[in-house]
């Protein structure tokens, strides 16, 4: 008997594995699609496993890409929200966790490939972090994901209960700043990178924020998407304006000025001009799904249509 009840848990827990099948253990091609951008980085790091190998410091190569991805997917578990909103493909929301954790695990691996960088002396590598402000942020940062990763599973969403779980959640906004901040401290030269990033975390912010300011129930209007790419990647320019102008004590308008120059080809255009490429890009995908897709309706048990609203709309309207 109790050898049954054992076998019967541990075949739950292989179905759990299983990742890439849905909650009803269909194969799900979202849930695969999620994993193979998750493992992307791990491909490209193969790939160019013979230049990392022979480069001059191997290991900080692998630090740099692990700590570099995991940033690229808290910002992509952030962009699901006004994603699921825009294209009206409510059912995104079932690969949020695994981005989030998947952003987690490459955080696992950052500070680890860090401690084997300290040759495995743990009480360097503490020193290390308490000595460093940057180190201290992208810790802080860390163990924050972890308190997320640890409480994203069902069983502590119903123990904590819908409003403690979402509000405990909304640390990931403070989560993403601190990891900007870590990003830009450890960057010795070109910000444009870290600033293109810091411009798309501002419009994914500023998203959450005019729908609360504006209490706007369902999706931003073209408009008003237009209107926030607009305003943050002119935000995008002045930031990086003024950082170059107190660094370099330059003024910030010749900096604007150069804005402008398109001279030096592609590599040469700034962060400012990508935030507002990517952020229209977005609004064209809103103009063309507001058109082409319908959102899908199912039954109320009243006998009214409603629009289908996945289980989870209560816990992620916000996050
Ligand atoms: C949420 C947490 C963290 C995030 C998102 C993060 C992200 C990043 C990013 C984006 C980079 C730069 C990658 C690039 O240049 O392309 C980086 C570099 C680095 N991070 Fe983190 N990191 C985090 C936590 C940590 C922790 C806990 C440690 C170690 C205790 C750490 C140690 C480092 C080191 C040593 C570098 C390279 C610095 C250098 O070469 O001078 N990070 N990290």
């Known amino acids: 008997m109790v050898h049954q009840g054992h076998g019967w848990y541990v075949e739950a827990m292989l179905r759990k594995l299983q990742i890439w099948r849905d909650r009803r253990g269909n194969l799900s091609w979202l849930r695969l699609a999620a994993l193979a951008l998750l493992l992307m980085p791990v491909g490209i790091a193969l790939w160019d496993a013979d230049a990392i190998v022979h480069g001059a410091r191997p290991l900080n190569d692998v630090i740099h890409r692990a700590g570099f991805w995991m940033l690229m997917f808290i910002l992509t578990t952030l962009a699901i929200t006004p994603l699921r909103r825009i294209t009206r493909f409510g059912q995104l929301i079932d690969v949020r966790r695994m981005l989030g954790v998947g952003a987690?695990?490459?955080?696992?691996?950052?500070?680890?490939?860090?401690?084997?960088?300290?040759?495995?002396?743990?009480?360097?590598?503490?020193?290390?972090?308490?000595?460093?402000?940057?180190?201290?942020?992208?810790?802080?940062?860390?163990?924050?994901?972890?308190?997320?990763?640890?409480t994203s599973t069902d069983a502590m969403v119903r123990r904590l209960g819908a409003r403690r779980w979402q509000h405990l959640h909304y640390a990931v906004y403070g989560i993403g700043l601190l990891a900007l901040i870590h990003y830009f401290q450890q960057t010795k030269a070109d910000v444009s990178v870290p600033t293109f990033t810091a411009g798309v975390f501002t419009w994914l912010m500023g998203y959450r924020i005019v729908v609360k300011l504006w209490k706007v129930r369902g999706e931003l209007s073209t408009a008003a998407l237009a209107g926030l790419s607009v305003a943050v990647a002119a935000?995008?320019?002045?930031?990086?304006?003024?950082?170059?102008?107190?660094?370099?004590?330059?003024?910030?308008?010749?900096?604007?000025?150069?804005?402008?120059?398109?001279?030096?080809?592609?590599?040469?255009?700034?962060?400012?001009?990508?935030?507002?490429?990517?952020?229209?890009?977005?609004?064209?995908?809103?103009?063309?799904?507001?058109?082409?897709?319908?959102?899908?309706?199912?039954?109320?048990p009243s006998g009214k249509d409603h629009a289908a609203e996945p289980r989870e709309r209560v816990l992620v309207s916000a996050n």
């Open 235 to 300: 935000l995008t320019f002045i930031a990086e304006a003024v950082g170059i102008g107190i660094v370099f004590s330059v003024s910030p308008l010749l900096v604007l000025q150069a804005d402008l120059d398109f001279s030096g080809g592609l590599d040469m255009i700034r962060p400012g001009w990508l935030v507002l490429a990517a952020g229209l890009a977005v609004t064209a995908l809103n103009f063309v799904c507001a058109r082409l897709v319908k959102p899908r309706r199912t039954r109320a």
């Open 104 to 150: 987690f695990l490459y955080g696992v691996t950052h500070i680890s490939l860090y401690t084997a960088d300290q040759m495995f002396d743990l009480v360097k590598v503490a020193s290390e972090i308490a000595q460093r402000v940057y180190l201290v942020i992208g810790f802080t940062a860390l163990i924050g994901l972890a308190t997320l990763a640890s």
